[in-house]
Each structure stands twice: as structure tokens, then as C-alpha cells.
């Protein structure tokens, strides 16, 4: 429990910062003009997911230390969960994220960053929680499914940000 809600203050960290930081950004480009940054950087994002365009991403190439579970059985967890769910201390499997953390900087209202963080929170706590009582079996799915779902997640993510487009 301390893991997951350590994921969900981390996504929500992260989303007030960009959020504070894209106040500033923000400010003296029309909406427009942010919407095409968006797009612009959404298209070789999902080249890329996709395997046409191979280039890496900005991300800590490590795992959390094992150092972080000295502080006990409750703070070392939500430590650990802070730290993946600010996305800045271990590996993003997809380049969506990136994405997300462009649209809250760019476009984002409080509220809507406080979704979009305990949103990246929730869905790396239910990443987490689904692999737990499987020894392996849930990779081997995840792999032999990975194509499939990676096109379902990102028509999801799209359709989400058209619809933040027209509404």
C-alpha cells in the first residue's frame, strides 16, 4: 500500500512542477502554437513506440537502489514508490509519458494536472499489482499481447488528447 501511494504522490509531484514551470512557458504562446508543439513532438514519439524511428529518450538508465528499503517497512516503500513515480529515477517503457508531461507543461490546468499525475501513478501501481502473484507468466502474456496493446494504449492516449482538443 505505502509502494502505490508512493507512485500516486510521485505522478502528482511531478505534475504540480511541470505545471508550475509551464505557467512560465506557457504564458506568452497562443494556444495554437501549444498544440502544435504537441503534435509536432506526439508524431515521432509514436514512431518511434512503433519501431519506424529508432532515437532514445532523456531517462535515468537505473533502477532504484535496494538502499531505499533501510527506512522500514512502510517509509522504504513509499520512498521507493515516490522515486518510480516521479518517472525521473527509473525506466519509461513507452514514450507516451513523455508526451503526457509535455501536455500538462503546455496545457494543463491544477486540476487537470493532479489527474494526469495520479493517472501516471495509478497506472504504474496496476502495472506493479498485476505482475505480483505471477512468476513470469504475466511477462510472457504481456510480451505475446505487447503489439496489441501497445496500439490500444496509444489510440486511448490520442483519443484522450483530441477530445482535450474539441472540448
Known amino acids: 500500500m505505502a509502494f502505490c501511494t508512493g507512485l500516486v504522490v510521485g505522478g502528482v509531484l511531478t505534475a504540480m512542477g511541470l505545471v508550475v514551470v509551464g505557467s512560465l512557458i506557457r504564458a506568452p504562446l497562443p494556444d495554437a502554437a501549444r498544440w502544435s508543439i504537441v503534435a509536432a513532438a506526439l508524431v515521432p514519439v509514436l514512431l518511434r513506440d512503433f519501431g519506424v524511428l529508432s532515437f532514445a529518450l532523456p531517462e535515468n538508465r537505473r533502477l532504484v537502489p535496494e538502499s531505499v528499503f533501510r527506512l522500514g517497512p512502510h517509509l522504504g516503500p513509499l520512498q521507493f514508490g515516490i522515486e518510480m513515480g516521479t518517472a525521473m529515477r527509473t525506466y519509461l517503457p513507452s514514450g507516451l509519458p513523455y508526451i503526457g508531461g509535455l501536455v500538462v507543461l503546455?496545457?494543463?490546468?491544477?486540476?487537470?494536472?493532479?489527474?494526469?499525475?495520479?493517472?501516471?501513478?495509478?497506472?504504474?501501481?496496476?502495472?506493479?499489482?498485476?505482475?505480483?502473484?505471477?512468476?513470469?507468466?504475466?511477462?510472457?502474456?504481456?510480451?505475446?499481447?505487447?503489439?496489441?496493446?501497445?496500439?490500444?494504449?496509444?489510440?486511448?492516449?490520442?483519443?484522450?488528447?483530441?477530445?482535450?482538443?474539441?472540448?
Open 106 to 167: 503546455l496545457l494543463a490546468s491544477w486540476p487537470m494536472a493532479v489527474c494526469a499525475g495520479v493517472g501516471f501513478g495509478l497506472g504504474r501501481a496496476l502495472m506493479t499489482t498485476s505482475n505480483v502473484r505471477y512468476d513470469g507468466d504475466w511477462d510472457a502474456e504481456w510480451a505475446r499481447h505487447a503489439r496489441l496493446l501497445a496500439v490500444l494504449m496509444t489510440v486511448a492516449f490520442v483519443f484522450s488528447l483530441v477530445y482535450l482538443r474539441v472540448a
